[in-house]
Nanobody, 120 residues
Framework: VQLVESGGGLVRAGGSLRLSCTASGSLFSDNTMGWYRQVPGQLRELVADISSGGMTNYAESAKGRFTISRENAKNTVHLQMDRLRPEDTANYYC???????????????WGLGTQVTVSS
């Protein structure tokens, strides 16, 4: 499985960006896709994720400003980011997580990341 992100870029504070990530290859029907971000020298942190059933989870910093959605038929997840702040500047990574309950194994697939820069 390969994940390809798109939609990063430079935006002014208060602006919006929409990130997209598409998984190629086979994902289990039951999976979670999401977005993490990382600033150099800091740990990668969850921004938001969404299950194949549509359950969402947001970091406190993302609540009320970001919206995650997905298109299961296309193995695609989107992150609509509104009212962006300079502190949102980071490299954003897409993640797909799935569990093989038969084998008792978990799988994680990561994209290469897309840079988001918010100027003040």
């Amino acid at each position: 499985v390969q994940l390809v992100e798109s939609g990063g870029g430079l935006v002014r504070a208060g602006g919006s960006l929409r990130l997209s990530c598409t998984a190629s290859g086979s994902l289990f029907s039951d999976n979670t896709m999401g977005w993490y971000r990382q600033v150099p020298g800091q740990l990668r942190e969850l921004v938001a994720d969404i299950s194949s059933g549509g359950m969402t989870n947001y970091a406190e910093s993302a609540k009320g400003r970001f919206t995650i959605s997905r298109e299961n038929a296309k193995n695609t997840v989107h992150l609509q980011m509104d009212r962006l702040r300079p502190e949102d500047t980071a490299n954003y990574y897409c993640l797909a997580h799935q569990i093989d309950y038969t084998l008792g194994k978990q799988y994680e697939f990561w994209g290469l990341g897309t840079q988001v820069t918010v100027s003040s």
